[in-house]
């Protein structure tokens, strides 16, 4: 158990009890007995009366460690004398702005993304030629004013057919409940995708090693847009030289930026990488804990390194100390080994009502339960996997309005799944598979 240290969630899934090995847990659904409504972000959990509840039982002072902060939620916890550990919503959201990361990379010299931010309007009133003509035939087309990350409001087109699709979906000015002011229209570069995370601190800038990133993977189904976060692969085949120094330098002139506009802790840099010769784009800035964790913090503790999510939380904190541009020292430059993938509802398709496999530590070729534990250090060899993260519990798994995207399990391995130029290990593929088999209804 941590000594203080408290869990506090919206989901009832099936890994509750093994987290409660390692921490208190206050589960929303479970505390009302039933599936909660409405939007699934931190504002909703902790403003809810039940939350609020418990939160005040708690020994005083309370410091929340978010994903990220909301406005609603900077009001709810000056009225609740909560801390929350997280950068200022006004400066997260200024600078999750696609117009602000253009800006940026334009001063900063970094390789841009041809293409533009335009009006809505100006976005539905040209054709597929003329947008062709003037930023690329492959072209990715984004909406700025969705903050939401994991490729729900981006969406590919090379024909004049799926561009007019694109053009229909948001003519109306909405897509998925929220309001649609702008349209990023720009060339779908080719590369390898990939990220880093950083963390700003008084000790300086600490930089994650250069992971392959999942988009779109084989196993998501029904699902109209395009970009889907499927999960992270570390080791394997190397990257081009000098791919790792220039995704670094990014970072670090990226941190630079934003620890002179006040931010501190962690931020997340998405790249494309060229197989090739080796260059590095940047495409896109994520202002706040990303995907990689907690994965990356349990491949970090594994190595006896210190991990950026425990920087991340000492720099927010701290005292008001300045933060430290420099570079920091690299704990332990050996490559990193490892992976994780998500597994997701799509469409079409119905959990299982009872026998779901139950997390914890599996072997790959039986794919039998040979462990409880959840955590890296307890997997043993490299023939085994952590299911984690899920499933759902019974009474939310047919509820409401079924969303494809809705993550259901996340699979960590001790080995990378991808291969050069981005190709899967066919173990990895068959794994999930038969994984799926197990969690959905033939």
């Not at 999750?96 to 990361?101: L, P, Q, V």
């Not at 499927?230 to 970072?251: I, K, L, N, T, Y």
């Not at 939310?396 to 995207?405: A, K, N």
Request: glycine share 10%; net charge positive; hydrophobic share 40%.
């Amino acid at each position: 158990m941590v000594p203080g240290y408290r869990i506090v969630c919206l989901r009832e899934t099936a890994d509750l009890a093994e987290l409660r090995r390692s921490a208190g847990v206050f589960c929303l659904e479970e505390c009302l007995g039933r599936p909660v409504p409405g939007p699934e972000n931190s504002t909703a959990l902790l403003s809810h009366p039940a939350t609020r509840r418990y939160l005040s039982a708690l020994p005083r002072p309370v410091h929340l460690l978010l994903y990220q902060s909301y406005p609603e939620l900077e009001d709810l916890a000056r009225r609740e004398g909560w801390h929350l550990l997280a950068n200022p919503a006004g400066l997260r959201i200024r600078t999750a702005d696609r117009a602000f990361f253009q800006m940026t990379v334009r001063r900063l010299g970094l390789p841009p993304v041809p293409g533009a931010i335009v009006s809505l309007g100006r976005f539905l009133e040209r054709d597929y030629e003329v947008w062709a003509g003037a930023v690329s035939p492959r072209l990715a087309v984004q909406l700025p004013d969705l903050l939401q990350g994991g490729g729900r409001a981006t969406f590919f087109a090379e024909s004049e057919a799926q561009f007019r699709a694109i053009q229909a979906r948001i003519r109306d000015g909405w897509w998925q409940g929220r309001r649609v002011l702008r349209v990023s229209v720009r060339r779908r570069m080719k590369g390898d995708p990939a990220s880093v995370a950083a963390c700003i601190s008084p000790s300086g800038v600490h930089v994650s090693p250069l992971q392959r990133q999942i988009i779109d993977p084989p196993w998501v189904s029904g699902v109209v847009s395009n970009g889907v976060f499927g999960g992270h692969s570390w080791g394997g085949a190397p990257w081009p030289e000098g791919s790792e120094r220039q995704a670094r330098d990014q970072a670090l002139r990226m941190a630079r930026v934003l620890a002179f506009m006040g931010y501190r802790g962690i931020f997340g840099l998405d790249l494309l990488v060229d197989p090739l010769k080796g260059g590095v784009i940047p495409v896109e800035l994520n202002p706040r804990l990303t995907g990689l964790f907690p994965v990356l913090t349990q491949l970090q503790a594994a190595r006896g390194e210190t991990p950026l999510e425990l920087i991340h939380v000492l720099s927010l904190l701290g005292s008001g100390e300045s933060a430290s541009v420099r570079e920091a020292e690299e704990a332990d430059p050996s490559p990193f080994q490892g992976s994780h993938l998500v597994l997701f509802r799509g469409t079409g398709r119905r959990l299982r009502s009872s026998g779901l496999p139950r997390p914890g530590v599996y072997s790959r070729e039986a794919l039998r339960r040979v462990g409880e534990s959840v955590s890296l250090r307890e997997m043993g060899g490299k023939d085994r996997f952590v299911l984690a993260d899920g499933p759902p519990a019974a009474r939310r798994r047919e509820s409401g309005e079924i969303d494809p995207l809705e993550r259901v399990a996340r699979l960590i391995f001790p080995s990378p799944v991808l291969r050069a130029q981005g190709r899967f290990d066919p173990a990895a593929l068959d794994t999930v598979a038969r994984m799926e088999a197990r969690l959905f209804e033939s």
